[in-house]
């Protein structure tokens, strides 16, 4: 069972940026193996599709609304998947969640079966 723990989150001004970071348990060999992915909780407790890496980090996928302000990595060497957020809006405030698939790091939350506990994300205006 892989176990991830979210940190890097926290306050920030409309504008700025944040990098959140992923880190797995286990050993090198699952992880690389998974592909990994952020999610963001919603007020009505959805969960909703942020970014995703493919197991290589060959491919990424991002929701339209942050592609070009957000950037999901991954160092499969240090068990690591991270989200690099700029100009960062107050619309994006949430709780964020980083999880793992055996399958391809798609949109579905259903995709996903390792989850972390989520890290809290507030933009002021």
């Known amino acids: 069972q892989v176990e991830l723990v979210e940190s890097g989150g926290g306050l920030v001004q409309a504008g700025g940026s944040l990098r959140l970071s992923c880190v797995a348990s286990g050993s090198e060999r699952i992880f690389s193996n998974l592909g990994m992915a952020w999610f963001r909780e919603t007020p009505n407790n959805e969960r909703t599709f942020i970014a995703g890496i493919s197991y290589s980090g060959g491919n990424e996928n991002y929701a339209p609304a942050v592609e070009s302000r957000f950037t999901i990595s991954r160092n499969n060497a240090k068990k690591t998947a991270n989200l690099q957020m700029n100009t960062m809006k107050p619309y994006v405030t949430a709780k964020y969640f980083c999880?793992?698939?055996?399958?391809?790091?798609?949109?579905?939350?259903?995709?996903?079966?390792?989850w972390g506990k989520g890290i809290q994300v507030t933009v002021s205006t």
């Open positions: 999880a793992a698939t055996v399958l391809d790091a798609g949109n579905s939350y259903t995709r996903y079966t390792n």
